[in-house]
């Protein structure tokens, strides 16, 4: 049988109290600032979808839907609608995976005609004052305006296309200027599909409603988190 | 004011020492990881140094505290995991409250938990001063490293893109020198800052000798 003299209780003691404390205090935290970080990061989603899609009548984030790419990929797909309810284009996050440092996440709006509405990066490692120009530099971003697969040569300018590399930093545009034409490839190719997909969805989403706004009259509770 | 820890310190001289005499970053070379990593401009600097601040008040307060109630044995990993629980604390705010700057910091706000800085001042003089002495000692660290960081931010944001908080000083046309905004030039702007630093030191410590050494002729004479 081991025995533990007085001083190694004290010592077994401390350890697990200030583990303890430490772990009550986190717990606490990560509940106060769970509801704050989901909306901070709704309200970055919200603030770049703004700029990459035209004028909406609906609410994008509400109508969004997944669109299966492949059976292990899904796509989050924010569709902007006109006053009839006409899809008039979509938004998705397109991911750069070669970037200078780590992948580049490209928010990306589409017409339904296929031109480029605008592009925001919304997330990157890029070197600061080298490659973070994806995300500052306006003339830059602006010159994704209105491209479409067939008007553009999809390459910075060293290549023998069409965009902009930056001083010091070709390999960003680079990955960012190929993500872009992967995206408009990919919606090319499911146009069709990705129509079907967000009918369907839709159905779901005011079926949804309806029931939401049903068990609000009779609970009055809000339960109606729509996904 | 009393002196009350166990160098006899004023509140003032712990405040100056933490600020200046044994900056973190002028005085130590510690912490060099934020230092270099986030110090492209100068807003960035400020931020990372205030999370700092934070972290840094915020332990050596509580190992002030707890420090007659940890046994020495263990007292290394318990601070650890004050300090981590803190910056753990810090890095969930900011996400939460000050989400653009999250972005741009990102992983070196979790980093902070490695400043050797930090763990430094809580075994070096939490945990065997007062609470009070703790807290300015804490403060005067956390505003010195504040200073080194924005104003390491501000030369590499000035000589690097001309700009100073975002604001364009040299118009619009200036040629970036993108050597300061790449590694190297904070190190190569650490260097020259560290002299300047150094330089000033020496001034000082000179002209202290000299009023000094007017002060004994003058008994010499009056003798």
């Known amino acids: 049988m081991i025995s533990f003299d007085r001083a190694q209780q004290k010592i077994a003691l401390s350890l697990f109290v200030v583990a303890l404390v430490a772990t009550l205090l986190l717990a606490l935290m990560d509940k106060a600032t769970h509801e704050p970080i989901a909306e901070a990061e709704r309200a970055a989603l919200h603030k770049s979808l703004v700029q990459v899609l035209p004028e909406y009548k609906n609410d994008p984030l509400h109508d969004m839907f997944e669109f299966p790419l492949s059976t292990a990929q899904t796509l989050k797909v924010y569709p902007s609608r006109d006053k009839e309810g006409k899809v008039i284009a979509y938004a998705w996050e397109q991911i750069a995976p070669d970037g200078y440092s780590g992948s580049i996440r490209i928010l990306m709006g589409v017409r339904v005609s296929g031109e480029i509405v605008a592009i925001r990066v919304t997330s990157h490692k890029e070197t600061p004052g080298l490659g973070d120009g994806i995300t500052k530099d306006e003339k830059w971003l602006n010159s994704f305006v209105d491209k479409t697969l067939k008007n553009t040569k999809w390459f910075v300018k060293k290549d023998g296309g069409d965009f902009d590399q930056f001083t010091g930093a070709t390999v960003t545009p680079r990955a960012v200027v190929k993500a872009v034409q992967q995206g408009l490839t990919m919606y090319q190719t499911n146009q069709n599909a990705l129509l079907k997909a967000f009918n369907e969805a839709q159905e779901k989403i005011m079926q949804a409603d309806i029931k939401a706004a049903g068990d609000k009259q009779t609970e009055k509770k809000s339960g109606g988190k729509t996904q | 004011m009393t002196p009350s820890n166990e160098n006899g310190l004023s509140k003032q001289e712990i405040f100056a020492d933490g600020f200046w005499h044994n900056n973190t970053i002028f005085a130590q070379l510690l912490g060099m990881c934020p230092l270099l990593g986030v110090t492209t401009s100068a807003e960035n600097g400020f ?177």
């Open chain 2, 47 to 223: 931020w990372m140094g205030f999370a700092t601040l934070c972290v840094l008040v915020g332990s050596n307060l509580i190992v002030s505290v707890v420090r007659d109630y940890i046994p020495s044995e263990v007292r290394i990993p318990a601070y650890i995991v004050i300090i981590a629980s803190l910056v753990t604390v810090v890095d969930l705010s900011m996400n939460a409250w000050m989400h653009d700057m999250y972005l741009v910091l990102g992983l070196f706000i979790p980093l902070i938990v490695v400043n050797c800085a930090i763990l430094g001042r809580a075994e070096a003089f939490a945990s065997k001063n007062s609470i009070s002495d703790s807290f300015m000692d804490a403060v005067g660290m956390g505003f010195g490293f504040i200073f080194a960081l924005v104003l390491l931010g501000a030369v590499r944001e000035i000589f690097g893109q001309g700009q100073l908080f975002g604001f364009a000083i040299f118009g619009s046309d200036y040629p970036d020198v993108l050597m300061f905004i790449l590694p190297p030039g904070a190190f190569i702007a650490l260097g020259f800052i560290l002299a300047g630093v150094n330089l000033l030191n020496l001034r000082l410590k000179a002209k202290k000798e000299a009023e000094a050494a007017a002060v004994t002729d003058e008994s010499v004479v009056a003798s």
